[in-house]
């Protein structure tokens, strides 16, 4: 989830008293505004992103090897140098720097060590390879198939939904029993995005099918298999099939969809696969129930490995494997494999530098371990205690909309402040650290530590299966750029990499601070109550706990949102989806509420200052709309359209129009882009 969470009063509040013992003169705060970012000839009832961010996306290149560009990469590559520097720092320790420090350092200086991976070229794939030419039968096939499955999804709190595995694995609790844990079984198996990427009849798209048939043949080429072309028909044929028994996108999103079936129950369900042997191999052998994440799509999957040629599926399994390993490998396939998923699928005309990859691909195996030393750094006790005050400032605000809500009844407001009562924000890093003491690294392997790293993740997500479950689960690393909203643990991560400036900069004052962090904040806090958070209790059970009226109310509230978003076209051929990003969008127009109830109760009821021409109230919808500053390619738009849960960048700045406040804050006249009559602003907290 690509949010950004901005500074509440609590914060400047504490910073200023923090000097004001000394008696030194502080210099004012600044108004945090990037006023030459502005572009003040367009009107703000036009169009609001423009208004806001026009200097800024005149004079902003999107960098050559970046699909988009705004605050949130800008902080990424910032995150990525300090953690390349705390990776070197523990290079250089040696033995005194202890077992994890050795870990990272290994791991990053195999990455990087491009000689050795040159020299071994495709040698370490090849008992793989040997496996997959020795499948006999379809219970063979069974066992490939399950040997592979690794907790590589996540359905709801990351809303993470692709694998090119068979299934993807979710170690989470039930929907109905939040004391215990269980698999979820997700649909996978495709190597492009989504379904609509093999289905739908737009000419971008047949396109880029032409593109990714060839992709797949020249890996298998450089891998050395003969008959590179036919296989990757072959390997485009099951796909496209498997695709048609994928859920789309929004199907994706109803977790009523959702069923619980017995692992004896499996077979007559999903008829075809031979189970036993894939969950054997899968470790899952011993899991009692499980759940069906895509209960249409997993038979149909289920079926085609009954159905499909076993040659099919050999080479539907080497190619995965050599795409899947394509980072680690020779320089031929690293190119290959960014030809298409870099430029072909998302514009980029230039690969990153491999030391950021090498970074990433550390912060992924050892993420915890790069935390907790990031943590240390820069992330200190004072800083967590004055965040924690500021989110204590927002769930305040969000009592507050409840109780002066007119449409909701007494029952449902009840639930409805208990769940935010006993809502948990993580704030920068988690209570308990990963032991990675089982994790072996070994210097000069990249492609086996990335396979090591992979399967002691999924069996750390196993082993959940027979823990007591922890509401303290973190699903984000410190050093992540983002925050999360955790509707089954009724929780909220807030990594450290995104408590600092510019969302959250002590240096400037509140308006600013509130419109970029604060609403951040309130955007998480509010998934608790959006079309999905609305649907767990406060335990954190898929469990209704609204009123009929009052639901009924909620939902024609989001409809009105989701006709708001299905109305903006990026492309004259492309419209966002309103329904597939309403939970998102709820969460903007929630979180800006509350983080402007929030910001004018920090005020004591004082006019705030004109600063930089701009009253406060201006200030906090253009640090708002600055916040989601971003330019992005075409192609990468169009991926983003298919497949993300949150609107583009522009649309979430404009949301500013469903507020009456920033009617109240500009000149805003009916016949204006923008403008929405009174009872057109959707308002449903
Ligand atoms: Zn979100």
Redesign the pocket.
């Known amino acids: ?3 950004t969470h901005r500074p509440p009063a609590a914060i400047l509040l504490a910073a200023v008293i923090a000097v004001a013992p000394g008696c030194r003169k502080t210099p004012p705060l600044a108004s945090g505004i990037d006023v030459a970012g502005m572009d003040t000839s367009v009107a703000p009832g036009d169009d609001f992103n423009a208004y806001a961010n026009g200097g800024w996306i005149k004079a902003t290149p999107i960098p050559a090897d970046k699909p988009s560009y705004g605050l949130f990469e800008k902080l990424a590559d910032d995150t990525r140098k300090r953690v390349q520097t705390l990776v070197q720092e523990a290079a250089q320790a040696g033995p005194v720097g202890g077992e994890d420090a050795r870990k990272i350092a290994d791991f990053y200086a195999s990455f990087m060590d491009e000689a050795a991976i040159e020299g071994k070229g495709i040698a370490p794939l090849k008992p793989q390879f040997d496996q997959i030419a020795a499948i006999a039968n379809r219970h063979d096939l069974a066992r490939l198939l399950g040997g592979r499955l690794r907790a590589d999804v996540d359905a709801l709190n990351n809303t993470n939904f692709q694998t090119s595995n068979l299934f993807g694995v979710w170690v989470t609790q039930g929907l109905a029993d939040p004391s215990h844990s269980f698999p979820y079984l997700l649909q996978g198996g495709l190597g492009m995005p989504d379904r609509d990427y093999y289905l739908s009849a737009a000419a971008h798209m047949v396109d880029l099918r032409k593109q990714y048939q060839a992709h797949v043949a020249a890996m298998l080429k450089l891998a050395g298999f003969d008959q590179p072309a036919a296989r990757a028909a072959r390997v485009f044929a099951l796909e496209t099939k498997m695709a048609a028994a994928h859920a789309t996108r929004v199907e994706s999103e109803d977790v009523h969809g959702v069923v619980s079936w017995k692992r004896e129950e499996l077979a007559s369900k999903a008829p075809g696969l031979d189970w036993p042997a894939l969950l054997g191999a899968a470790g899952l052998q011993d899991a009692p129930v499980f759940m069906i994440w895509h209960a249409k799509a997993i038979p149909g999957l289920s079926a085609l490995t009954a159905s499909e040629p076993l040659d099919a599926w050999k080479d539907w399994l080497v190619f995965h494997t050599v795409d899947d390993a394509g980072g680690l490998l020779p320089k031929a396939f690293v190119d290959e494999r960014f030809s298409f998923y870099g430029k072909a699928l998302t514009g980029v005309p230039e690969l990153r530098p491999r030391w950021q990859r090498g970074v990433d691909s550390t912060n992924v195996a050892l993420g915890e371990i790069v935390g907790r030393l990031y943590a240390k750094r820069y992330f200190p006790p004072e800083t967590k205690a004055k965040v924690q005050a500021m989110v204590g400032d927002l769930v305040k605000a969000f009592g507050k909309r409840i109780d002066a809500l007119t449409w909701m009844s007494p029952e449902t407001r009840a639930k409805a402040k208990q769940k935010l009562e006993t809502l948990k924000v993580g704030v920068g890093y988690p209570d308990r650290w990963r032991d990675y003491a089982g994790l072996e690294i070994v210097k000069g392997d990249a492609l086996g530590n990335a396979r090591r790293a992979g399967l002691f993740e999924y069996r750390s997500q196993l082993a959940k299966l027979h823990q007591p479950v922890d509401r303290d689960e973190w699903w984000m690393t410190p050093q992540t750029v983002n ?3 955790l509707p089954l643990q009724n929780a909220l991560n807030s990594p450290a990499a995104i408590l600092q400036a510019p969302y959250f900069d002590a240096n400037a004052d509140a308006a600013h601070n509130y419109g970029s962090m604060g609403a951040i904040i309130g ?2 806090i509010s ?1 608790s109550f959006d079309d999905q958070g609305s649907l767990f209790d406060a335990a954190g059970r898929l469990a209704n706990w609204w009123t009929k009226e009052d639901f009924d109310h909620f939902r024609a509230a989001g409809e009105a949102l989701a006709a708001q978003f299905d109305a903006y076209r990026p492309f004259p051929d492309l419209a966002v989806n309103g329904h597939q990003t309403l ?2 969008n709820i ?1 903007d127009v929630a979180g800006l509420l509350a983080s402007y109830d929030a910001y004018r109760l920090s005020l004591g009821g004082k006019p705030d200052i004109v600063k930089d021409g701009l009253s406060g109230d201006r200030r906090f919808f253009v640090s708002f709309a600055q916040s989601w500053r971003s330019r992005i390619r075409d192609e990468a738009l169009r991926a983003e359209i298919a497949t993300d ?2 609107a583009p960048e522009q649309y979430r700045a404009d949301t500013v129009r469903n507020l009456d406040a920033w009617y109240d804050a500009f000149p805003v006249e009916p016949a204006q882009k923008l403008y929405l009559a009174p009872k057109d602003r959707v308002r449903v907290w």
Do not use: C, I, L, R
Request: hydrophobic share 30%; aromatic share 0%; proline share 0%.
């Open positions: 989830m690509k949010q925050a999360v909203n955007h998480e998934h939970s998102e969460a849960g949150h």
